[in-house]
């Protein structure tokens, strides 16, 4: 080794991992030196300092490791119901992923320091499916390493429903109105007879939609979802 270049190797360095091999290198030599020198004292000097130069190469990584356990964010989350008490089957999920544990009261994520969003701000998602509920918050994470949350599930109105207008011939309608019973909205099909309106309402619940087009009417009670659904227009 060129010790005249160490010094420079050294000052070049910033990375914990890369720090401690290369100070188990220059451990490494130092030793080798100690044992061709066939002195005791050289030899005992050499291995204080070879271990002396582990230990310091160590320390770096090891600290950077402590750290790193240490600033572990552990988010607690509290989901209310319909009816603003706490509940035990909602599905909780994060922008940063991660499984969450069934804690006492609600549920826990343990967000590292290589998964905290750069902008610092976690949003938490909860959902109760058989209820047609969902809700979701937003936390910062910053110096408090035991935030808590509190999410508030609320109907959920944000499906939609898609398909396509036809008349009687399976021919696709361009310009028929569209619309959710006891919704004031209406959309219009496009030349291929398609169409995409908002249920107000959840995945999976059913929706009556209402198509017409001059004398030409039709009625049909739908699931909301991605499944297309088909209006066929007839003269009542």
């Known amino acids: 080794m060129n010790w005249n270049k160490a010094p420079e190797l050294a000052s070049r360095i910033t990375d914990p991992v890369t720090g401690a091999v290369f100070v188990a290198a220059m451990a490494f030599t130092v030793l080798i ?21 582990t230990v310091l190469g160590l320390f770096p ?30 599905d909780v999920t994060s922008s940063s992923g991660g499984e969450p544990k069934a804690v006492k009261g609600g549920w826990e994520f343990d967000i ?35 935030p808590t949350v509190t999410i508030q599930l609320v109907p959920d ?22 619309s959710v019973s006891g919704y004031p909205e209406i959309v219009v099909t496009d030349n291929m007879g398609s169409f995409s309106v908002y249920a ?10 209402r198509a017409q087009k001059s ?3 039709a009625s049909k009670s739908v699931p909301t979802g991605n499944t297309p659904v088909e209006l066929v227009l007839r003269r009542r």
């Open 61 to 90: 990584l090891a600290s950077s490791v402590f750290l790193q356990t240490r600033q572990v964010y552990h988010v607690r989350v509290t989901v209310l119901g319909g009816d603003h008490l706490p509940v035990s089957d909602a």
């Open 215 to 217: 004398d030409l009417t």
């Open 112 to 146: 590292p320091p290589q998964a905290k969003p750069l902008s610092g701000q976690l949003v938490l998602f909860a959902a109760e499916p058989s209820s047609f509920l969902s809700g979701q918050a937003n936390v910062t994470l910053s110096d408090d390493y035991f």
């Open 33 to 53: 030196f100690a044992l061709r020198s066939r002195s005791r004292v050289a030899l005992s000097v050499g291995v204080f300092l070879a271990c002396g130069m």
């Open 157 to 178: 109105r944000s499906a939609l429903v898609r398909g396509t207008v036809v008349d009687e011939r399976g021919h696709p309608v361009a310009g028929a109105d569209v």
């Open 200 to 209: 107000h309402a959840a995945d999976g619940q059913v929706v009556s939609l």
